[in-house]
């Protein structure tokens, strides 16, 4: 049945650009433009709904990924419990992707569930809340850009190595 598993490595293939493409728009076009566009607070705020929104298409194209990842890696034969002990480059690199995955799965939930809400609380009340709510809110800030810019750059990896898994 070969175009179940075409379907199966397009589902992989469509779920990887949604969620590394949509991560390289935010970071690439939309949030230059708006840091040119709003002052610091009420960016944060409208940053916030889009990562709000972003959320859902993360969290959707994640377990597509994973489903689809653990079908294709199924169709190769692919021994799981013995994977950390591979011996082939196909497992190891396997491996070693599976362990990034891992790692951007911890950073998006530090960014999204524990980040994201306190510098979104923070913009809300620094009008009112005086310097050292803003203060505060600069440095969250600042830590989740790197936090999401780790996020991208893990995931670059990652396809770099899904790439050496299919040339
Ligand atoms: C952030 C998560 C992930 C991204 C961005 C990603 C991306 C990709 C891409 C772009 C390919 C090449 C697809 C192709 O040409 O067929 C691929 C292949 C592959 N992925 Fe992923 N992947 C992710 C997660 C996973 C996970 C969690 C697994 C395993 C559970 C997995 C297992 C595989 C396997 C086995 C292949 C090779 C298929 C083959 O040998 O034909 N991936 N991945």
């Known amino acids: ?57 993360s969290w959707i194209s994640l377990g597509l990924l ?4 653990f079908l294709n890696g199924e169709r190769r034969g692919v021994a799981w419990e013995s994977l950390p002990a591979a011996q082939s480059t196909y497992g190891q690199v396997l491996f070693a992707k599976l362990c990034l995955v891992a790692a951007v799965i911890a950073l998006t939930l530090l960014h999204g569930q524990i980040l994201g809400p306190r510098i979104t609380r923070l913009a809300s009340v620094a009008s009112i ?14 830590l989740s850009i790197i936090v999401s810019g780790t996020n991208l750059l893990l995931n670059l990896a990652i396809v770099y190595l899904a790439a050496r898994l299919v040339s």
Do not use: C, K, Y
């Open 1 to 57: 049945m070969d175009w179940v598993w075409a379907a199966i490595r397009w589902v992989h293939l469509v779920a990887a650009i949604a969620w590394v493409g949509g991560q390289l728009f935010l970071v690439l076009v939309l949030l230059p433009v708006l840091r040119r566009a709003l002052p610091p607070a009420q960016r944060t705020l409208i940053v916030a709904q889009l990562g709000q929104r972003f959320a859902v298409v």
């Open 66 to 69: 994973l489903v689809t990842g």
């Open 129 to 142: 809340g005086g310097p050292d709510a803003e203060t505060h809110r600069r440095r969250l800030a600042r």
